[in-house]
């Protein structure tokens, strides 16, 4: 099936800096990426909808400053999240929707733990 | 408003019996319905899903699911379970708002299926 890959798996950083997390479609072209946080023992939150091409569709309450996605190319998409702070700490995660005229499922990334000091 | 549900946080299943995670949906119009497995650490695998057809829906790892229109269900089940079939398992619903072109997935709780040898 289609393979997800996201970098780094985990991260540490101090409070005040800023992370960046890659998510990359490894055998497929996705026009469409979407980005998640799941806390501890509770279910995926989606954050927002990365096209490629143009702007991210954030969901409502997540802030479009703090977490910066960029989707440059058809396989690559990214979530940088800007002066970090504890209460970001959590698992990120992507997914890569297949094309269209196919099932569109979602193909999800393997998760990024950051943790912020 | 569209949800999904799953009304057990945790099931416990000895290895070789039949184990089933409960699911039920609402949203409008046809449901797109997904099941996915998380092992700890890791992002969501694809195990199966139900767009049209067959009301039972064979996916991966032996598991299967019922689609159930009347009781607007769509549990997962497995004839024998395995030990290493302990993980949490997420049912998922595709958001039929805007004709479901926005590709989200509404995810529910999460159960935690713990198999004893």
């Known amino acids: 099936g289609a393979v997800v890959s996201q970098h780094p798996s985990w991260v540490i950083c101090k409070s005040g800096t800023s992370v960046k997390i890659e998510c990359r479609s490894l055998d497929f072209q996705a026009t469409t990426m979407f980005w998640y946080r799941q806390f501890p023992k509770q279910s995926l939150m989606l954050m927002a909808t990365?096209?490629?091409?143009?702007?991210?569709?954030?969901e409502q309450g997540v802030e479009k400053d703090k977490f910066l996605i960029n989707h440059a190319s058809l396989t690559l998409s990214t979530l940088t999240v800007t002066s970090a702070h504890p209460e970001d700490s959590s698992f990120y995660i992507c997914?890569?929707?297949?094309?269209?005229?196919?099932?569109?499922?979602?193909?999800f990334g393997p998760g990024t733990r950051l943790t912020v000091l | 408003a569209q949800s999904v549900a799953q009304p057990e946080d945790q099931v416990n299943v000895a290895e070789g019996n039949p184990l089933t995670v409960k699911c039920t949906y609402s949203v409008s119009g046809n449901p797109y319905l997904f099941w996915y497995v998380q092992y700890p650490n890791r992002g969501l695998q694809f195990l199966l899903k139900y767009i049209t057809g067959d009301n039972l829906v064979k996916g991966s790892y032996g598991f299967e699911a019922e689609f159930n229109k009347s009781q607007t269900s769509f549990h997962l089940k497995k004839p024998s379970a395995l030990v290493s079939d302990s993980a949490l398992y997420f049912c998922?619903?595709?958001?039929?708002?805007?004709?479901?072109?926005?590709?989200?997935?509404?995810f529910g709780t999460g159960t935690l299926l713990a198999v004893q040898p």
């Open positions: 998922a619903v595709r958001d039929m708002n805007y004709g479901g072109a926005t590709n989200k997935l509404i």
């Open positions: 990365s096209n490629e091409g143009s702007k991210a569709t954030y």
């Open positions: 997914s890569a929707r297949t094309p269209t005229g196919t099932s569109r499922e979602q193909f």
